[in-house]
Protein backbone atom coordinates (compact mmCIF):
# COMPACT_ATOMS: atom_id res chain seq x y z
CA UNK A 1 0.00 0.00 0.00
CA UNK A 2 1.42 3.47 -1.09
CA UNK A 3 2.64 5.54 1.79
CA UNK A 4 0.54 8.52 1.02
CA UNK A 5 -2.59 5.77 1.35
CA UNK A 6 -1.42 4.47 4.38
CA UNK A 7 -1.60 7.98 5.94
CA UNK A 8 -4.90 9.07 4.70
CA UNK A 9 -6.28 5.74 6.49
CA UNK A 10 -4.72 6.92 9.71
CA UNK A 11 -6.14 10.01 9.44
CA UNK A 12 -9.80 8.64 8.29
CA UNK A 13 -9.06 6.56 11.42
CA UNK A 14 -8.52 8.93 14.23
CA UNK A 15 -11.59 11.63 12.67
CA UNK A 16 -13.93 8.91 12.91
CA UNK A 17 -12.51 7.50 16.25
CA UNK A 18 -13.14 11.11 17.52
CA UNK A 19 -16.51 11.66 16.44
CA UNK A 20 -17.53 8.49 17.87
CA UNK A 21 -15.64 9.73 21.20
CA UNK A 22 -17.89 13.28 21.23
CA UNK A 23 -21.14 10.94 20.35
CA UNK A 24 -20.54 8.94 22.70
CA UNK A 25 -19.66 12.20 25.53
CA UNK A 26 -22.46 14.61 24.26
CA UNK A 27 -22.70 17.82 25.93
CA UNK A 28 -24.57 17.56 29.15
CA UNK A 29 -26.32 20.68 30.44
CA UNK A 30 -26.92 22.17 33.75
CA UNK A 31 -29.51 24.84 34.75
CA UNK A 32 -29.49 26.75 37.49
CA UNK A 33 -32.82 28.46 39.37
CA UNK A 34 -31.87 30.88 41.54
CA UNK A 35 -35.32 32.33 43.72
CA UNK A 36 -34.10 35.74 44.53
CA UNK A 37 -35.80 37.58 47.31
CA UNK A 38 -39.17 35.70 46.68
CA UNK A 39 -41.06 32.50 48.05
CA UNK A 40 -41.61 30.01 45.13
CA UNK A 41 -44.09 27.74 45.08
CA UNK A 42 -45.41 26.53 42.00
CA UNK A 43 -43.77 29.08 39.94
CA UNK A 44 -43.89 29.37 36.50
CA UNK A 45 -40.08 29.38 34.98
CA UNK A 46 -39.08 30.06 31.33
CA UNK A 47 -36.21 30.09 29.57
CA UNK A 48 -33.98 29.82 26.22
CA UNK A 49 -32.18 26.51 25.29
CA UNK A 50 -28.89 26.59 22.88
CA UNK A 51 -30.01 25.01 19.10
CA UNK A 52 -28.26 21.81 20.75
CA UNK A 53 -30.63 21.09 23.88
CA UNK A 54 -33.76 21.36 22.36
CA UNK A 55 -34.55 17.16 21.92
CA UNK A 56 -33.97 17.33 26.38
CA UNK A 57 -37.20 17.04 27.83
CA UNK A 58 -36.99 16.55 31.19
CA UNK A 59 -34.83 17.90 34.26
CA UNK A 60 -33.59 15.76 36.79
CA UNK A 61 -32.72 17.17 40.60
CA UNK A 62 -30.06 16.35 42.77
CA UNK A 63 -32.08 13.67 44.31
CA UNK A 64 -32.49 11.61 41.34
CA UNK A 65 -36.18 12.99 40.75
CA UNK A 66 -37.18 13.66 37.09
CA UNK A 67 -39.84 16.90 36.53
CA UNK A 68 -41.09 17.72 33.26
CA UNK A 69 -39.62 20.25 30.94
CA UNK A 70 -41.83 21.52 27.68
CA UNK A 71 -39.53 23.14 24.52
CA UNK A 72 -41.32 24.22 21.48
CA UNK A 73 -39.50 24.66 18.68
CA UNK A 74 -38.16 27.81 18.78
CA UNK A 75 -36.56 26.55 22.14
CA UNK A 76 -38.29 28.31 24.71
CA UNK A 77 -38.89 26.11 27.62
CA UNK A 78 -41.16 26.13 30.99
CA UNK A 79 -41.17 24.23 34.11
CA UNK A 80 -43.01 24.67 37.19
CA UNK A 81 -40.77 24.62 40.03
CA UNK A 82 -42.43 23.19 43.45
CA UNK A 83 -41.22 25.06 46.29
CA UNK A 84 -37.59 27.27 46.92
CA UNK A 85 -37.00 29.13 49.78
CA UNK A 86 -36.31 33.11 49.18
CA UNK A 87 -32.13 33.45 48.23
CA UNK A 88 -32.04 29.76 47.82
CA UNK A 89 -30.83 28.22 44.31
CA UNK A 90 -31.32 25.02 43.09
CA UNK A 91 -29.31 23.27 39.79
CA UNK A 92 -30.85 20.64 37.77
CA UNK A 93 -29.36 18.50 34.85
CA UNK A 94 -31.10 18.48 31.18
CA UNK A 95 -31.80 14.81 30.47
CA UNK A 96 -34.15 12.89 28.25
CA UNK A 97 -37.56 11.80 28.99
CA UNK A 98 -38.76 8.82 27.39
CA UNK A 99 -41.90 8.10 29.43
CA UNK A 100 -45.09 8.70 27.77
CA UNK A 101 -46.24 12.08 28.14
CA UNK A 102 -48.30 12.46 31.26
CA UNK A 103 -52.74 12.71 30.80
CA UNK A 104 -52.45 15.22 33.70
CA UNK A 105 -51.52 18.13 31.34
CA UNK A 106 -52.65 20.96 29.87
CA UNK A 107 -54.78 19.89 26.90
CA UNK A 108 -56.47 22.49 24.50
CA UNK A 109 -58.93 20.91 22.09
CA UNK A 110 -60.37 22.79 19.01
CA UNK A 111 -63.78 22.41 17.86
CA UNK A 112 -64.05 25.15 14.73
CA UNK A 113 -63.59 28.45 16.22
CA UNK A 114 -64.09 27.54 20.13
CA UNK A 115 -61.27 26.23 22.46
CA UNK A 116 -61.88 23.79 25.25
CA UNK A 117 -58.91 24.13 27.86
CA UNK A 118 -58.88 21.54 30.44
CA UNK A 119 -55.68 20.45 33.15
CA UNK A 120 -55.88 16.86 34.47
CA UNK A 121 -58.74 16.21 32.45
CA UNK A 122 -60.68 18.99 34.47
CA UNK A 123 -62.15 21.87 32.69
CA UNK A 124 -60.92 25.18 33.39
CA UNK A 125 -61.91 27.83 30.18
CA UNK A 126 -63.12 28.47 26.62
CA UNK A 127 -62.26 30.95 24.08
CA UNK A 128 -64.76 31.64 21.22
CA UNK A 129 -63.23 32.46 18.71
CA UNK A 130 -66.10 33.09 16.25
CA UNK A 131 -69.39 35.09 17.13
CA UNK A 132 -71.00 31.72 18.16
CA UNK A 133 -74.95 31.24 18.74
CA UNK A 134 -76.54 34.32 20.64
CA UNK A 135 -77.84 32.45 23.94
CA UNK A 136 -81.28 34.31 23.28
CA UNK A 137 -83.74 34.88 19.73
CA UNK A 138 -84.25 38.35 21.52
CA UNK A 139 -80.75 39.88 21.26
CA UNK A 140 -80.10 41.49 18.32
CA UNK A 141 -77.29 40.19 16.24
CA UNK A 142 -75.36 43.36 16.39
CA UNK A 143 -74.29 42.07 19.74
CA UNK A 144 -72.45 39.26 18.48
CA UNK A 145 -68.87 39.12 19.76
CA UNK A 146 -66.22 36.85 19.03
CA UNK A 147 -62.50 36.65 20.84
CA UNK A 148 -63.66 36.32 24.34
CA UNK A 149 -63.23 33.44 27.24
CA UNK A 150 -66.10 32.28 28.93
CA UNK A 151 -67.04 30.00 30.71
CA UNK A 152 -64.27 29.68 33.40
CA UNK A 153 -64.62 27.52 36.03
CA UNK A 154 -62.97 26.77 39.05
CA UNK A 155 -61.09 23.91 40.18
CA UNK A 156 -64.42 22.68 42.30
CA UNK A 157 -66.23 23.27 38.71
CA UNK A 158 -67.75 26.24 39.89
CA UNK A 159 -68.67 28.65 37.49
CA UNK A 160 -66.73 31.70 37.57
CA UNK A 161 -67.81 34.01 34.94
CA UNK A 162 -70.97 35.45 32.57
CA UNK A 163 -71.47 36.20 28.84
CA UNK A 164 -74.43 38.30 27.36
CA UNK A 165 -75.73 39.42 30.96
CA UNK A 166 -79.04 41.02 30.71
CA UNK A 167 -78.54 44.25 31.64
CA UNK A 168 -74.91 44.33 29.54
CA UNK A 169 -75.58 42.37 26.61
CA UNK A 170 -71.84 43.11 25.35
CA UNK A 171 -70.38 42.16 28.79
CA UNK A 172 -68.39 38.86 27.88
CA UNK A 173 -66.26 36.63 30.69
CA UNK A 174 -63.03 37.87 29.98
CA UNK A 175 -62.80 40.62 26.88
CA UNK A 176 -60.78 43.70 25.37
CA UNK A 177 -61.62 47.06 23.69
CA UNK A 178 -61.68 50.34 24.05
CA UNK A 179 -64.65 52.76 25.19
CA UNK A 180 -63.99 56.24 24.41
CA UNK A 181 -62.26 56.66 21.13
CA UNK A 182 -60.75 59.09 18.21
CA UNK A 183 -59.71 57.96 14.99
CA UNK A 184 -59.98 60.22 11.79
CA UNK A 185 -61.91 62.72 13.62
CA UNK A 186 -64.82 59.80 14.13
CA UNK A 187 -65.53 58.32 17.55
CA UNK A 188 -66.29 54.62 17.84
CA UNK A 189 -67.30 53.14 20.29
CA UNK A 190 -65.67 49.30 20.43
CA UNK A 191 -67.56 48.15 24.12
CA UNK A 192 -70.66 49.20 23.84
CA UNK A 193 -71.02 47.26 20.37
CA UNK A 194 -75.17 47.91 20.26
CA UNK A 195 -74.52 51.29 19.60
CA UNK A 196 -73.60 50.10 16.22
CA UNK A 197 -70.78 52.68 15.97
CA UNK A 198 -68.02 50.05 16.47
CA UNK A 199 -67.22 46.70 17.00
CA UNK A 200 -64.63 43.95 17.76
CA UNK A 201 -64.20 40.71 15.12
CA UNK A 202 -62.23 37.14 15.24
CA UNK A 203 -60.12 37.05 12.68
CA UNK A 204 -58.18 33.97 12.66
CA UNK A 205 -56.53 30.93 15.38
CA UNK A 206 -52.94 31.29 14.29
CA UNK A 207 -51.86 28.55 17.05
CA UNK A 208 -53.86 26.31 19.51
CA UNK A 209 -51.15 23.96 21.43
CA UNK A 210 -51.19 21.21 24.45
CA UNK A 211 -48.53 19.93 26.89
CA UNK A 212 -47.58 18.35 30.36
CA UNK A 213 -46.09 21.79 31.37
CA UNK A 214 -48.75 24.49 29.51
CA UNK A 215 -51.09 24.37 26.93
CA UNK A 216 -52.46 27.77 25.12
CA UNK A 217 -53.30 29.39 21.68
CA UNK A 218 -52.79 32.86 19.59
CA UNK A 219 -55.44 34.45 18.07
CA UNK A 220 -56.18 37.43 16.09
CA UNK A 221 -58.85 40.14 16.39
CA UNK A 222 -59.73 43.33 14.54
CA UNK A 223 -61.19 46.77 15.92
CA UNK A 224 -63.85 48.04 12.91
CA UNK A 225 -64.79 51.33 12.63
CA UNK A 226 -68.46 51.31 11.53
CA UNK A 227 -69.03 55.06 11.67
CA UNK A 228 -68.22 55.22 7.86
CA UNK A 229 -70.23 53.50 4.59
CA UNK A 230 -66.97 51.78 3.89
CA UNK A 231 -65.98 49.93 7.64
CA UNK A 232 -62.97 50.69 8.31
CA UNK A 233 -60.34 48.71 10.50
CA UNK A 234 -58.91 51.00 12.90
CA UNK A 235 -56.72 48.45 14.82
CA UNK A 236 -55.11 44.85 14.68
CA UNK A 237 -55.42 42.66 17.69
CA UNK A 238 -53.51 39.43 18.90
CA UNK A 239 -53.76 37.48 22.32
CA UNK A 240 -51.68 34.58 23.29
CA UNK A 241 -53.14 32.71 26.10
CA UNK A 242 -51.03 30.30 28.16
CA UNK A 243 -52.64 27.88 30.76
CA UNK A 244 -49.98 26.42 33.34
CA UNK A 245 -50.25 22.98 35.06
CA UNK A 246 -49.73 24.08 38.51
CA UNK A 247 -50.32 21.08 41.17
CA UNK A 248 -54.10 21.35 42.08
CA UNK A 249 -52.99 20.21 45.58
CA UNK A 250 -50.36 22.63 46.19
CA UNK A 251 -48.12 22.53 49.62
CA UNK A 252 -47.80 24.51 53.31
CA UNK A 253 -51.65 24.20 53.18
CA UNK A 254 -52.80 26.79 50.18
CA UNK A 255 -55.76 26.25 48.32
CA UNK A 256 -55.75 24.56 45.13
CA UNK A 257 -56.54 27.10 42.11
CA UNK A 258 -56.30 27.60 38.52
CA UNK A 259 -53.45 29.99 36.42
CA UNK A 260 -53.52 31.02 32.92
CA UNK A 261 -51.49 34.55 31.10
CA UNK A 262 -53.02 36.61 28.77
CA UNK A 263 -50.88 38.92 26.62
CA UNK A 264 -52.34 41.33 24.05
CA UNK A 265 -50.82 43.41 21.71
CA UNK A 266 -52.61 45.99 19.72
CA UNK A 267 -51.61 48.37 16.48
CA UNK A 268 -52.25 50.28 14.11
CA UNK A 269 -54.06 48.92 10.74
CA UNK A 270 -53.26 52.68 9.04
CA UNK A 271 -51.19 55.49 9.79
CA UNK A 272 -53.92 56.69 11.22
CA UNK A 273 -53.48 56.79 15.40
CA UNK A 274 -56.64 55.40 17.95
CA UNK A 275 -56.58 58.33 20.18
CA UNK A 276 -57.96 57.64 23.72
CA UNK A 277 -59.37 60.29 25.62
CA UNK A 278 -59.36 60.01 29.58
CA UNK A 279 -62.42 57.81 30.75
CA UNK A 280 -63.56 55.93 33.04
CA UNK A 281 -63.30 52.37 31.54
CA UNK A 282 -62.49 50.57 28.53
CA UNK A 283 -59.57 47.79 28.24
CA UNK A 284 -59.59 44.51 30.01
CA UNK A 285 -63.14 43.53 31.06
CA UNK A 286 -64.02 40.54 33.42
CA UNK A 287 -68.09 39.97 33.68
CA UNK A 288 -68.31 37.46 36.87
CA UNK A 289 -71.41 35.04 37.47
CA UNK A 290 -74.91 36.10 36.96
CA UNK A 291 -75.74 34.94 40.83
CA UNK A 292 -73.34 37.70 41.95
CA UNK A 293 -75.61 40.70 40.14
CA UNK A 294 -76.46 43.10 42.89
CA UNK A 295 -74.66 45.62 45.24
CA UNK A 296 -74.16 42.69 48.25
CA UNK A 297 -73.39 40.07 45.91
CA UNK A 298 -70.28 40.47 44.86
CA UNK A 299 -66.83 40.44 46.86
CA UNK A 300 -63.59 43.03 45.83
CA UNK A 301 -60.61 43.12 47.19
CA UNK A 302 -57.61 44.67 45.77
CA UNK A 303 -54.12 44.56 45.97
CA UNK A 304 -53.82 47.93 48.57
CA UNK A 305 -56.06 45.55 50.58
CA UNK A 306 -59.74 47.87 49.99
CA UNK A 307 -62.80 45.83 49.94
CA UNK A 308 -65.12 48.98 49.63
CA UNK A 309 -65.77 48.88 45.84
CA UNK A 310 -67.06 52.33 46.38
CA UNK A 311 -63.19 53.32 47.70
CA UNK A 312 -61.81 50.79 45.92
CA UNK A 313 -62.99 52.10 42.19
CA UNK A 314 -60.48 54.36 40.29
CA UNK A 315 -57.83 53.77 42.54
CA UNK A 316 -54.61 51.72 41.41
CA UNK A 317 -53.94 48.12 41.80
CA UNK A 318 -50.83 45.48 41.46
CA UNK A 319 -53.78 42.86 41.38
CA UNK A 320 -57.89 42.82 42.13
CA UNK A 321 -60.05 39.60 43.45
CA UNK A 322 -63.89 39.44 42.32
CA UNK A 323 -65.95 36.63 43.96
CA UNK A 324 -69.02 35.32 45.39
CA UNK A 325 -71.09 32.60 45.78
CA UNK A 326 -71.86 29.69 43.79
CA UNK A 327 -73.88 26.96 45.24
CA UNK A 328 -73.57 28.57 48.40
CA UNK A 329 -69.77 28.57 48.28
CA UNK A 330 -67.77 31.40 47.91
CA UNK A 331 -65.75 31.33 44.69
CA UNK A 332 -63.78 34.12 42.25
CA UNK A 333 -60.84 34.77 40.06
CA UNK A 334 -57.71 37.44 41.10
CA UNK A 335 -56.19 39.46 37.62
CA UNK A 336 -52.70 40.58 38.30
CA UNK A 337 -51.33 43.57 36.13
CA UNK A 338 -48.14 42.89 34.85
CA UNK A 339 -45.68 46.27 36.03
CA UNK A 340 -44.17 46.52 32.63
CA UNK A 341 -47.73 47.43 31.20
CA UNK A 342 -48.71 51.03 30.80
CA UNK A 343 -49.33 52.96 33.48
CA UNK A 344 -49.10 50.24 35.79
CA UNK A 345 -50.48 49.70 38.36
CA UNK A 346 -53.02 50.12 36.36
CA UNK A 347 -56.11 52.43 37.40
CA UNK A 348 -59.31 49.85 38.19
CA UNK A 349 -63.27 50.11 37.85
CA UNK A 350 -65.22 48.18 39.94
CA UNK A 351 -68.56 48.44 39.11
CA UNK A 352 -71.12 49.74 42.43
CA UNK A 353 -73.73 47.08 41.87
CA UNK A 354 -72.51 44.49 39.22
CA UNK A 355 -70.06 41.77 39.26
CA UNK A 356 -67.72 43.63 36.78
CA UNK A 357 -64.16 44.89 37.20
CA UNK A 358 -61.89 46.43 34.21
CA UNK A 359 -58.46 47.60 33.85
CA UNK A 360 -58.60 51.31 32.59
CA UNK A 361 -56.23 53.35 32.01
CA UNK A 362 -57.62 55.49 30.21
CA UNK A 363 -58.62 56.93 33.52
CA UNK A 364 -54.92 58.34 33.67
CA UNK A 365 -55.47 60.67 31.45
CA UNK A 366 -55.56 61.04 27.47
CA UNK A 367 -53.29 58.81 25.43
CA UNK A 368 -52.92 57.12 21.70
CA UNK A 369 -51.99 53.85 19.99
CA UNK A 370 -50.10 55.47 16.93
CA UNK A 371 -48.48 53.61 14.04
CA UNK A 372 -44.86 51.67 14.81
CA UNK A 373 -45.89 52.15 18.30
CA UNK A 374 -47.72 48.84 19.38
CA UNK A 375 -49.39 48.81 22.48
CA UNK A 376 -48.62 45.53 24.42
CA UNK A 377 -50.50 44.55 27.94
CA UNK A 378 -49.87 41.72 30.34
CA UNK A 379 -51.95 39.79 32.88
CA UNK A 380 -52.19 36.85 35.11
CA UNK A 381 -54.98 35.14 36.09
CA UNK A 382 -55.74 33.30 39.51
CA UNK A 383 -58.65 31.21 39.71
CA UNK A 384 -59.41 29.83 43.10
CA UNK A 385 -62.09 28.56 45.74
CA UNK A 386 -63.10 30.48 48.69
CA UNK A 387 -62.02 33.11 50.49
CA UNK A 388 -59.04 35.33 48.98
CA UNK A 389 -55.81 35.38 50.52
CA UNK A 390 -54.18 38.68 51.04
CA UNK A 391 -51.06 37.45 51.31
CA UNK A 392 -50.77 34.40 48.79
CA UNK A 393 -52.01 37.04 46.12
CA UNK A 394 -49.61 39.22 47.05
CA UNK A 395 -47.04 36.02 47.18
CA UNK A 396 -48.65 35.21 43.26
CA UNK A 397 -48.04 38.81 41.92
CA UNK A 398 -44.30 39.03 43.29
CA UNK A 399 -43.89 35.34 41.45
CA UNK A 400 -45.20 37.31 38.23
CA UNK A 401 -43.52 40.29 38.09
CA UNK A 402 -40.40 38.33 38.86
CA UNK A 403 -40.19 35.60 38.06
CA UNK A 404 -36.55 33.23 38.93
CA UNK A 405 -33.49 33.76 37.26
CA UNK A 406 -32.05 30.86 35.54
CA UNK A 407 -28.61 30.34 33.90
CA UNK A 408 -28.40 27.06 31.41
CA UNK A 409 -24.08 25.85 31.43
CA UNK A 410 -22.77 23.37 28.90
CA UNK A 411 -20.60 20.93 31.13
Not at 104 to 133: F, S
Not at 141 to 161: A, E, M, T, W
Not at 287 to 297: E, P
Request: hydrophobic share 35%; net charge neutral; with cysteine.
Amino acid sequence: MPFNSFKLICYLALILSATSFRLAHAATYRVTVAAGQWQRQQSVVTFDLPAAAHAYNGLREANGKTIPLQVDAHGHASFILNNLAPGATRMYELVKNNAAEAADGVQVKRNGDVLKATVGGRPVMEYEGGAGILPRPDIKPIYKRGGIIHPILSPSGKLVSDSYAPNHLHHHGVWFSWTKTEFEGRHPDFWNIGDGTGTVEFVALDDVWSGEVQGGFASRHCYVDLTTPKHKVALNETWQVTIYHVDDTPNAGNKPYWMFDLVVSQECASDSPLKLPKYHYGGLGFRGNRAWDGKDNTFFLTSEGETDRVKGNETRGRWCHIGGKVDGELTGIAILCHPDNFRAPQPMRLHPTEPFFCYAPSQGGDWEIALGKPYTSRYRFIVQDGAPDKSELDRLWNDYAHPPEVKVEAQ
